[in-house]
Structure formats: structure tokens, C-alpha cells
């Protein structure tokens, strides 16, 4: 049966008509025009179908950037297959816990670079029935015989966009100790992708760098809005500063997530002003880098993977408002809620929850992760605090994870963070809970302040106690030279370890104890 | 059960709070904020159910423009109603014709106005069993108290948007000898309004005028972009020029459609320049209004009602092109097509064809008609000429209507007409087919020309032949002062009794002949 809902597929096969003197892809070498994509694009579908892959199974990509995975993803929304991009920078032990989780039918490698971590993951991972295809292999398993084996023929009844099936899988951080795949279905995908052709102002001029890693949404974010405005993507195997800007100055490229560190090494490389670099627009504010690129708008806001990346979109915040900051896209429902569910005033904070098409599948092969975060009536728990304005609009505050029980009520560590962080005398901060008899936990901060400056512990107590509720100010603070930070951020177990910390509510459910017993240390 | 299709009274719910310090409505002394739009929108939803209305019921609007009509398409969305709105400025027959076939449980109308009309429209449609709520009256049936008494209570489980209902019933031109009511659905609306957030540059900034008749799609098509960016719309009952431009001036509206004849009035009533109109944005060009407002984008491109406007959207031709060139907007799939359904080649003239979630509802009550125009697998048949250029954006040629069978040739008028009004001689110009026994019927022309500029017959058929196919150049050329014309277009039944016109392609079906049947006459 005919569906109504647009796809992905459905929008290539219209583009080689619209656009067939337009470049879609520029890879290296490669130059695609819509008309040989689409040709591409059913080669990969009808050589993944003739391998089995069918509606709902799982496709994995382990590669850096590239114009094949355009097309795999392309021939996933015809097939209806889920299309997972599996973080490459991680170890053997990693990858193999996502190929143990996923369980691809197929994967498709970069077998030049990674096949040592892959032949570690393997054994990690033994006894998978994938099938592997070798994306640089010359060889009968490699990509580009399996395209020219199969027929380019296409299709007039592709799978149905559903939001009940996940078009794409993208592993997050590793809360709760082990990453999850957030579940993206097409109709979510597509209507974000549709509200960010209009914050970047997407035509089919638009010449976009897809250098970003692909296993994060906002790549997605980059692609898909041009794909979609019938402009050109031109891939960049990664980060490297001499390609970008190589590419940026002879394809003339308008836009694209560029990191600042990266931006940074561009300027100096380019400080002689060899590449004219005035047609790319970008948001960044970097000395050298500002001055030789144009002004232009990046993805900004708030939101998670999970509900494909700022459905609470920085641009409908207005002009002047901070990075986190934005109003949800017309697609979502949104929400700062207290733990009852019911929302918060102006101005306090919450949790965020997100309803629509963007939300709902919640993470692969989690069911009780899921059940907990996703309500009955449709609601996606991001575990996100936020803060609604006298404005209307939605600002981020911290993750909800680090938070602090104390006499009944939840004290979230980002919220008063964020008040010791505006003192004067202040450079950073961490709140922990300590273990107490009466109160469960004892709101307790570190702080490091600056060196010429200083505060007492009253006068701290007596900011915080100034500007929210009494009961989330600190009863006890500790002065630290500086924070343990991990990987990601403040390093919160390493300062349980040292200012005494424990009791946090959850602890006891993991032990097993009854749910919502009181917490006695 | 959640669906998690975006509705436009979900999105009503979340502006209440994303814009609270924002105006939604301006309507003469009213001023409503989308909080206080959302209570009169559950207020007329609860009296509408209180009065039997459910999902799919059909509700019709007869007044010109008002807040109200935005209201009650709002709770329409809530409901899953039908919301029609009928072109007031047609006499008591045609009303009762459309009364009689919307068959409306309830009926809104204005009093005030159109009581005399609405009384001899009911004597022509007795029987119905609608319930009629004045607009303007104070009584107990009048709109204002039904509001007053009913419950302002919102709802977090409204109708889930569909692509098989229709949410709005637009009348569109009496082809095959009446009106016919083309349903849109709320996706289709959605996706469409959407992309013109984009085309329009909407934001919550933006303050649409609306005063251009309701009953035509392109208003909705100023009006939902704008609510969907959380901007003002800000209503006039009418097109009354004076009205207008104190609104404009008074309200700073930035956009809105003006028709050339109000735009050149308005600059006249302007001319002392005491109104500052440069805070709005129109496309139109004309003296006087050109200079006093600003260049902003309008409606354009290629489409009809029955596909929610201009899905071949004007703004992805690309600048410089002429106002009914465009290319597909990215939720629906487009084809221009021979007779057997085969797309033609570049520059070829076809019927345009439209699939995706703005097509498939077809008319309101005509099945017959819908059988003919929307094929099994989703395509609808527009009945528009179109052609697809080697750039791949597609043009409006003309109707499909007026078209002469000759030789088991299709030969369509408007690519005639269009080839022979590029000849420097000639002003005008209309296709007819004449009977003829070999031949079923000729291309004929009728064609004026300039006073002072002599051509032949011999030197048009040469112009033709060199520039389309053989078969389609007129035999028989007469010359003319000028052609008939009826209140839209060429009235080609005045050309046809004048130059011995007849023996179209469907003609002998109507009489009740075999389908296919040779034409002799």
C-alpha cells in the first residue's frame, strides 16, 4: 500500500528529476549527481536484499566519513532497514559490546584502518552471524564489487516511513555503565531535518562539509537538511585542518560543523590567506578563523540524541540568546516537569520531557531502561534539567543524573552549581550529598575559588540561600584547588571518594532493597 | 491512543506556553494572546461536541475574515472535524448547492451580512438538518455565548492527525458543471505550511495580514506559516483598502497577499506617504506600492487546492524565474505524464501529477470523479498542463480542459495558444477543435493581432510547426478583433458557436455513447 509520509528515498528518486545538473556528493574522486546516487542506492538495496535484509534489520557501519554511507543509509530508508554508525575512535572492547548488543545482519568496514581493533572485537564478540563487506576491499566481499554484481533497478513501493521503526541507531554516552542506541525513526528524522533547512537557510546552493563524526546526530543535522534542499555534500574522512580547509577553498563549501579546535589549526594554516574561505558561514567566534569565514547560523539549542538532537531549536529563541537556549520545534511537545510530572513555574527547574514523532522508540534491546523513560501517554524523559523563562523559552541546566536527596526533596548538583559558578569569587564548583541520619543526605559542595579572592563559607551559603529554595543550599562546603574531572566532566565518584559522599537515592534499588526505603548510611 | 503526527492544536498548546508574552490574533478590538486563543478554542470545541459534533463530522463557515474562523479550525483539529469555508460572494443558488452537498451539522455564519442570501439559500436546500450559529448575533444561537457557557477545558488526548480525513473542505472551480470540495488532510497541511515557514522566513516576529477571502488556499497559506512561528496573525473582515493600510501602518504587519487591484489603491489613498508601509513585504510590483513597501517573498509556483497550493514551490526555481515555475516541495513526489501515465521528456508537455501527503483525499461526496482523477497507487491527476525543463523545475502550461483530438493526437490548447502568443504579431490567441470527418476534429486558431503588424496563416503554421510537433499546428487560422471572454479565462463555447467549434474527446461519453467511439459529426 501507498504511504503518505515523505522518505528519504522517496525524495532521491524526485531530485534526479529536480536537480539533474546539480552535484550531490563530491568523496575524493568521487563526484555523484542525484541520478547516480539514486543508481548507487538501489545497487546497495537490491545486493542488502538479496543478502537477506529485510523491513527492521540491522545494518552497522564501522567507517570514517564517506559517500557510501549516504548511500547504505539511502538504501535503508527504501528497505527499511535500521542503519547504526558505530563510534570508531573507541577500543576493541567497545566496539565488540555494540556488535554483541546490535547484532548486525550486516556490517559494512573500513578494513585498511581498523581491521586490527575489528580482529580484537571479533574475538570479544565470538559467534555472530553478521556478514562483513569490506569498504576499501578490492575483493568479491568488498563494497565496490557488491554494487556492480547487483541491479540498479529502483523501486515505486519503498518501505513505508513508520515511527514505530528506527531508521537510525546511534550509540550514546554510557550512563548507567554501558552505551545505548537511541532509536531514530524517518518521520522524526525527516521533520527535523525539514526545520533545519530553515535555520540554515538550505537551497540547493548550499555546498556542505560533512567532516564531524557521523555516529553524532548533529552530522546528521549538517547532511540532511542539503540533501533535502537539493544541495551538494562533500565528505571528509575526518577532522584533519589541511583537508577541510584544502576543500573548503576549492569547492567552495558554505557551511558545516567545524570544531573549535579545528577551526583554530585552519587559521594558522591559512594565516598567509592562500584560501579564500569567505563563502563558508559560521557561527564560530575564534580569532583568525571569524575574520576569514562569513557570519552564518550552526546548530544550537538543547535536546539529546535520543529526540534527534535541539528539538529545542536555538534559532526560534531569538537573536542574542545563549547557545543552550531555545523553543521547541513545531513537530514536539515539551515540558519541565517536577518528578510528579506535573510542570514547573517560570523559572524553576525541571526535568525535560519531549512528545511527537522525534521521540518514542527509545534505546535498542533496553526494555526496562525504556519503560522508565518513556511514559504510557507518549512522553520521553531525557533526563535533562532545563528552565522555562517568563519568556517562553527553555535553557539547558545540567543532566538530572548527579542528584541529591535531602529531606525528601531532589536537589539536582547542575542547578546549584550554577549559582555558586555566578559568586565573583568562584571559578568552579561540585555538589555531592553526604550521608545523614536525619536528612538522608546533607547538600555538600566543593568549591575552587580564585586566588586573589576571598569568601567564606557563610557568605556562599548566604548567595545560593539568596537566589533559590533554602533546602538546596549547601550545609556543608569545602574549599578544593581544583576539580578530578574523567573523560567527559567533573569526575563526581573521585570526590565522593574524597569528601565523603554516598547515599544518593537509586543506590539502594540496585542492592536490591525495597524501592523509596528510607536511606540510612 | 498517542499519535505522534504534529496537529495544529497541539502546537496551539505548546505556544500558550514557548510564546506567552506573544499577540497570536489582532482582529479589530480584539487582541488575543495563544493563551487566550487556546481557552476560546476549547471553549468552541466542548460547545461543538456538546452539540454532537466527533471525528469527521462537517462543519462550514459563511462570513468573511475573522478570529473566529481561526478558532474554530483550531478546534476542528481538536475534534477531527472537517472544517469547509464557502465563498461568500456567490449568490443564494450556488450556497444552497453547496449546503446541499457538504450536508454541515453545524453551519457558522455572519448574520449581519448575509441574512437575505442565507434565507433564500435555505428555501433552495430545505430539509437539512444543520444547526446554525450566528457570528454576529447576541442572542442564545449566537457564537459569543456559546463560548460564554461552554467549558474552556483543554484536552491532552485531541484527534490524532490523519491522512485519510480532512481537516479543511475548500470549493473549488465548476468544472464538469459545479463546484467540487477539495479535502486537505492535517499532515498534508502541516508539511505544507512547514515548507512556507521556510519560503516566508517566518518568525515570531512576523505579522501576517489577512484579508484575502479564506475560501481560497493560498490565505491559509499566509496564515499557518505564520501560526506555526508563533507570529501575529492580524485579521480584516475584507479587502477594503483603506482598512488595509491603516492596519499595515497601525499594526507594523510584514506580509500578507494584497491583490494588484488593492495594492494600487492603497498607494494611491497613500500617496502623501502618511502611512509607513516599509515594514511590509510584498512581491508585487506596481508603481507607487513598489516604492513605499519593501521586496518580500510571495505565494508561488504550480499547483491547485486539491494539493494544498503551491507544492511545486516557486521558491526552489531559483532566482529570476517566472511565477509558475517551481520545483517539488520535499514531501511529495511529482511527475508530468503522457496520456498512458509515461513520464515525458524534457520540455515535453504533460498532465501534471502529485502523490504524497498532500494528495489522495480528492473531492468531498463525488467518488466518480475521485475514481478518474486519483490512480491506485496514490498519484492524483491534477488536470493541469505542465512541463519539466532541462534545470528540472517544472511550469505551468495550462488546463488539460480545453484540449482537441485529432488524428488520436492529444492536442492541448494552452501549448498552442502559448507557442503562437510568443509570435511579435499576435496579442492573443485560443485553440479550437472543429468536426471533421477524417480527422475527428482540427486544430483550429483563432488569434488577434497587433493593429499595425500584418502575418499570414501560412507564416503562423511555419512559426508553430518550427517550434512544437507537426500534428499540433493549427490547419485553419482565423483572425478575430478580440476573443470572448467569461468571468475567468477565454470562454471557448462563445469561440466554438462563433467558428463551428465541437466534437471534443468525452463529449459523446456525456451523451451516453461508447467510450472511444470514432467522432463524426
Not at 124 to 152: E, M, T, V
Not at 252 to 269: D, H, S
Not at 353 to 365: K, Q, S
Not at 417 to 430: D, F, G, Q, Y
Request: with cysteine; glycine share 10%; net charge negative.
Amino acid at each position: 500500500m501507498y504511504s503518505a509520509f515523505p522518505s528519504f528515498y522517496r525524495l532521491l528518486n524526485q531530485h534526479r528529476f529536480s536537480y539533474p545538473l546539480q552535484e550531490a556528493v563530491v568523496c575524493g574522486d568521487t563526484r555523484l549527481s542525484f541520478g547516480e546516487l539514486y543508481d548507487r542506492v538501489n545497487r546497495v538495496a537490491n545486493a542488502m536484499a538479496a543478502l537477506g535484509v529485510t523491513e527492521s534489520s540491522r545494518i552497522l557501519w564501522l567507517g570514517q566519513n564517506s559517500h557510501a554511507l549516504l548511500e547504505i543509509f539511502l538504501a535503508c530508508s527504501r528497505l527499511g532497514a535500521s542503519f547504526c554508525l558505530v563510534n570508531w575512535r573507541q577500543s576493541a572492547a567497545e566496539i565488540a559490546f555494540v556488535l554483541r548488543d546490535f547484532d548486525p545482519a550486516l556490517v559494512f568496514w573500513q578494513e585498511m584502518e581498523f581491521a586490527p581493533t575489528v580482529s580484537d572485537a571479533k574475538i570479544q564478540a565470538p559467534g555472530l552471524a553478521s556478514h562483513w563487506i569490506s569498504l576499501d576491499g578490492q575483493g568479491s566481499d568488498g563494497y565496490r564489487q557488491l554494487l556492480a554484481d547487483a541491479s540498479p533497478e529502483g523501486t515505486d513501493t519503498p518501505a513505508a516511513p513508520d515511527t514505530g521503526r528506527a531508521l537510525l541507531v546511534l550509540y550514546t554516552g554510557a550512563f548507567g555503565g554501558q552505551p545505548n542506541g537511541a532509536q531514530i525513526s524517518e518521520p522524526g528524522l525527516f521533520l527535523q531535518s525539514l526545520v533545519h533547512v530553515n535555520v540554515f537557510e538550505a537551497t540547493s546552493d548550499t555546498k556542505t562539509l560533512v567532516s564531524a563524526p557521523t555516529f553524532h546526530i548533529t552530522s546528521w543535522l549538517d547532511m540532511l537538511p542539503t540533501f533535502i534542499a537539493g544541495g551538494t555534500l562533500c565528505f571528509a574522512r575526518s577532522t584533519d585542518a589541511g583537508e577541510i580547509l584544502d576543500l573548503i577553498g576549492s569547492e567552495r563549501l558554505t557551511n558545516g560543523t567545524v570544531q573549535p579546535p579545528t577551526a583554530k589549526k585552519i587559521a594558522e594554516l591559512n594565516a598567509d590567506g592562500s584560501h579564500d574561505l569567505s563563502c563558508f558561514r559560521s557561527p564560530l567566534t575564534i580569532p583568525g578563523w571569524t575574520e576569514m569565514t562569513s557570519r552564518g547560523p550552526g546548530i544550537s539549542g538543547t535536546g539529546q540524541t535520543e529526540v534527534v538532537g535541539p528539538v529545542i531549536v536555538g534559532a526560534f529563541a531569538g537573536e542574542g540568546s545563549t547557545p543552550f537556549c531555545g523553543r521547541p520545534a513545531p513537530m514536539v511537545e515539551a515540558k519541565v516537569v517536577d518528578d510528579t510530572g506535573a510542570m514547573v513555574g517560570a523559572g524553576e527547574v525541571g526535568e525535560l520531557v519531549i512528545r511527537g514523532p522525534v521521540a518514542g522508540l527509545g534505546y535498542w534491546n533496553r526494555p526496562e531502561l525504556n519503560a522508565e523513560r518513556l511514559s504510557a501517554d507518549g512522553w520521553w524523559h531525557t533526563r535533562d534539567l532545563a528552565r522555562r523563562d517568563r519568556d517562553g523559552t527553555i535553557s539547558f541546566v545540567g543532566p538530572k543524573s548527579q542528584m541529591v536527596k535531602s529531606g525528601g526533596e531532589n536537589v539536582y548538583a547542575a542547578e546549584v552549581e550554577n549559582v555558586l559558578k555566578t559568586h565573583p569569587a568562584v571559578t568552579n564548583a561540585a555538589i555531592i550529598g553526604t550521608p545523614d541520619a536525619d536528612w538522608g543526605q546533607l547538600v555538600t559542595a566543593v568549591v575552587v575559588t580564585k586566588p586573589d579572592l576571598n569568601v567564606t563559607v557563610e557568605e556562599l551559603q548566604e548567595f545560593v540561600r539568596s537566589r533559590i529554595a533554602r533546602y538546596k543550599t549547601p550545609r556543608i562546603i569545602h574549599f578544593a584547588p581544583e576539580l578530578p574531572l574523567n573523560a567527559f566532566a567533573i569526575d563526581y565518584k573521585a570526590l565522593d571518594r574524597e569528601f565523603g559522599g554516598g547515599g544518593y537515592p537509586g543506590e539502594e534499588q540496585k542492592n536490591g532493597s525495597n524501592i523509596g526505603a528510607t536511606v540510612r548510611k
